[in-house]
């Protein structure tokens, strides 16, 4: 098991990225954007002056968060900007040994309702992109957020049945902020614990988020287990099955990647994110605390 993050809500630069995860005492870093460029959009020699602070800090990327199929791209336009970006992308990650990336399954069409979203040409794309990079022996995990599977449990469970060999990144938050399309009109918000139940034999790594919907019904994040995303019952639940993978935090309390209108100093950024992952593992002590306990109390 190990921690690492979006590292980009510590700093804008890779230098501020680094210094935030060597505070840490971590090695690894989840690399999204890099002075607001994703890090399969930016320049050769931009990519090339990254590789060389990464290796001089000894800290690795232990996964590209792409933007690949996100909730930015549409399922009505063209396929040609996500093959773009995962060509891109391959290439990168193997020059910095990255084996996982994040992808998602196209935006969801607000105009229509949950069973007229396309499913099938979704499954088409998924498809093809996850032997894109199966071929590579690297790993493609689905993120449940603003796309077809995080429409709710059942939608991802239908896009594993359908892309053969797909695997997820689970965040723990999102079902917060996110509707339930698969119960009936008016949609209730989505049960992280719910959610999570119900696909954690496919989850291949962890996105750790919290929060809740606030009295204006606006998102408002919050450190990890002050939410409702269920953050210590899943992660617990995680430990006791096993699992060795691991857990990347995305405060969004600093600086909200999906907002641009919301900023923040870079020593406010640093701060949060630092406290963050501190509190991040202090909840995992907790919960290994807890498992020895009773492992000791057995006869």
Same mark, same amino acid.
């Given at each position: 098991?190990?921690?690492?993050?979006?590292?980009?809500?510590?700093?804008?630069?890779?230098?501020? $990225?680094?210094?935030?995860?060597?505070e840490l005492g971590w090695s690894r870093i989840e690399?999204?954007?890099?002075?607001?460029?994703?890090?399969?959009?930016?320049s050769d020699a931009e990519f090339d002056a990254v590789?060389?602070?990464?290796?001089?800090?000894?800290?690795?990327?232990?996964?590209?968060?792409?933007?690949?199929?996100?909730?930015?791209?549409?399922?009505?336009? @063209?396929?040609?900007?996500?093959?773009? /970006?995962?060509?891109?992308?391959?290439?990168?990650?193997?020059?910095?040994?990255?084996?996982?990336?994040?992808?998602?399954?196209?935006?969801?069409?607000?105009?229509?309702?949950?069973?007229?979203?396309?499913?099938?040409?979704?499954?088409?794309?998924?498809?093809?992109?996850?032997?894109?990079?199966?071929?590579?022996?690297?790993?493609?995990?689905?993120?449940?957020?603003?796309?077809?599977?995080?429409?709710?449990?059942?939608?991802?469970?239908?896009?594993? /049945?359908?892309?053969?060999?797909?695997?997820?990144?689970?965040?723990?938050?999102?079902?917060?902020?996110?509707?339930?399309?698969?119960?009936?009109?008016?949609? @209730?918000? $989505?049960?992280?614990?719910?959610?999570?139940?119900?696909?954690?034999?496919?989850?291949?790594?962890?996105?750790?988020?919290?929060?809740?919907?606030?009295?204006?019904?606006?998102?408002?994040?919050?450190? @990890?287990?002050?939410?409702?995303?269920?953050?210590?019952?899943?992660?617990?639940?995680?430990?006791?099955?096993?699992?060795?993978?691991?857990?990347?935090?995305?405060?969004?309390?600093?600086?909200?990647?999906?907002?641009?209108?919301?900023?923040?100093?870079?020593?406010?950024?640093?701060?949060?994110?630092?406290?963050?992952?501190?509190?991040?593992?202090?909840?995992?002590?907790?919960?290994?605390?807890?498992?020895?306990?009773?492992?000791?109390?057995?006869?």
């Open positions: 098991m190990y921690l690492t993050g979006f590292a980009d809500e510590a700093a804008a630069d890779i230098e501020g $990225q680094i210094r935030a995860t060597k690399s999204r954007n890099i002075n607001g460029r994703n890090i399969h959009d930016i590789c060389a602070a990464l290796d001089r800090a000894g800290v690795s990327v232990n996964c590209f968060g792409s933007a690949i199929a996100n909730w930015g791209k549409s399922i009505l336009e @063209p396929f040609d900007s996500s093959l773009a /970006e995962a060509r891109r992308a391959i290439p990168r990650m193997k020059r910095l040994g990255t084996v996982l990336i994040r992808i998602m399954s196209f935006a969801v069409l607000k105009d229509r309702g949950p069973e007229d979203q396309m499913a099938e040409e979704r499954f088409r794309r998924l498809r093809e992109l996850q032997k894109m990079f199966s071929d590579e022996g690297l790993i493609p995990v689905h993120e449940n957020c603003m796309n077809y599977g995080g429409m709710g449990w059942r939608y991802t469970l239908r896009l594993l /049945e359908n892309v053969p060999g797909l695997r997820l990144v689970f965040d723990t938050g999102n079902p917060v902020f996110s509707e339930d399309r698969s119960k009936k009109p008016p949609y @209730p918000m $989505q049960s992280s614990w719910e959610f999570y139940s119900h696909v954690r034999d496919f989850v291949e790594y962890v996105h750790i988020k919290d929060g809740r919907i606030g009295p204006d019904g606006k998102a408002v994040f919050s450190f @990890p287990g002050e939410g409702d995303g269920d953050v210590e019952r899943i992660v617990e639940d995680l430990l006791r099955r096993g699992y060795d993978g691991g857990f990347s935090i995305e405060p969004h309390l600093a600086v909200v990647h999906h907002d641009p209108s919301v900023t923040s100093k870079a020593e406010i950024m640093h701060r949060n994110y630092v406290e963050y992952g501190r509190r991040m593992e202090a909840m995992i002590q907790r919960i290994r605390r807890r498992i020895e306990s009773e492992a000791c109390r057995t006869p």
